[in-house]
C-alpha cells in the first residue's frame, strides 16, 4: 500500500488550483513550465515550494505572495471568492463611443463582423444617470435626455423603446448589440469605453 504523505506545502498549491480551477498540468504551462516536475516536487515536504517557483507563482498570481508561497505564513487569497472577487459593475457613468461594427450575413453562409464607424474619444457620448436617464452628448453637446432601463441578470438595455442586449460590460468597457434595423440592414455592435480610461 503506498503511503500518504501529508504536506502543507503541497497544501499550498492545492489552494491555488482550486483557487483558479486548474490541474497541474495547466498550472505548470501558466507559469512557463513545459513539464510538472518542479510543482510535483512540493508534495515531498523536504523540498517543499522552491524560491523559482514561488517567484513562478506569485508573477502569474500576484494574489499569492512568495512569502506565503514559501512558509505558510503571509497575504494570500484562502478562496476563489477571495481570488477573484466580483465587483460590481455599473452601467452608471459617462461612456464614450469608439466605434460601430456590422454583422452580415447572406443568410446561407455564416456572416462575418466587419468595420463600421470610428469616433474620436469625446465626440460622442453616453452618460447612464443613476436615475434611470440617458445624457447623449455629441461634440460636447447635449443632444438628447431619454430614460433607459437596465435588466442585468438577463443582458437587456431598453432604450428609447428599442431593446438592445449588453454584450459585454466591465468597469472599462460596454458593448451591445442592436438589431431593429436587421429588416433593413446589418445587426450593429456598439463599443464603448468609459470615459475617463479613453
Known amino acids: 500500500m503506498k503511503k500518504i504523505i501529508q504536506s502543507p506545502t503541497w497544501d499550498r498549491i492545492v489552494t491555488i488550483l482550486k483557487n483558479e480551477t486548474l490541474c497541474v498540468n495547466e498550472l505548470a504551462r501558466r507559469i512557463g513550465l513545459e513539464r510538472p516536475h518542479m510543482i510535483e516536487a512540493a508534495k515531498d ?41 466580483r465587483a460590481e459593475v455599473s452601467l452608471s457613468g459617462r461612456w464614450a463611443l469608439l466605434r460601430t461594427e456590422h454583422y452580415w450575413s447572406d443568410g446561407r453562409r455564416p456572416g462575418a463582423w466587419l468595420p463600421g464607424e470610428i469616433f474620436e474619444p469625446g ?28 435588466d442585468r441578470p438577463r443582458g437587456w ?31 450593429v455592435r456598439f463599443v464603448f469605453k468609459k470615459e475617463e480610461f479613453v
Open 45 to 85: 515536504p523536504a523540498t517543499g515550494i522552491c524560491p523559482e517557483l514561488a517567484a513562478r507563482i506569485h508573477y502569474a498570481f500576484p494574489a499569492y505572495s512568495i512569502e506565503w508561497l514559501r512558509t505558510g505564513l503571509g497575504p494570500h487569497p484562502a478562496t476563489r471568492e477571495e481570488a477573484h472577487p
Open 123 to 150: 465626440v460622442v457620448v453616453w452618460d447612464f444617470g443613476p436615475d434611470g436617464l440617458l445624457d447623449r452628448y455629441e461634440s460636447y453637446l447635449k443632444v438628447a435626455t431619454v430614460p433607459y432601463a437596465f
Open 157 to 187: 438595455l431598453l432604450h428609447e423603446g428599442r431593446p438592445v442586449l449588453v454584450d459585454k460590460l466591465t468597469p472599462v468597457e460596454l458593448e451591445f448589440l442592436d438589431w431593429s434595423d436587421m429588416g433593413t440592414g446589418p445587426v
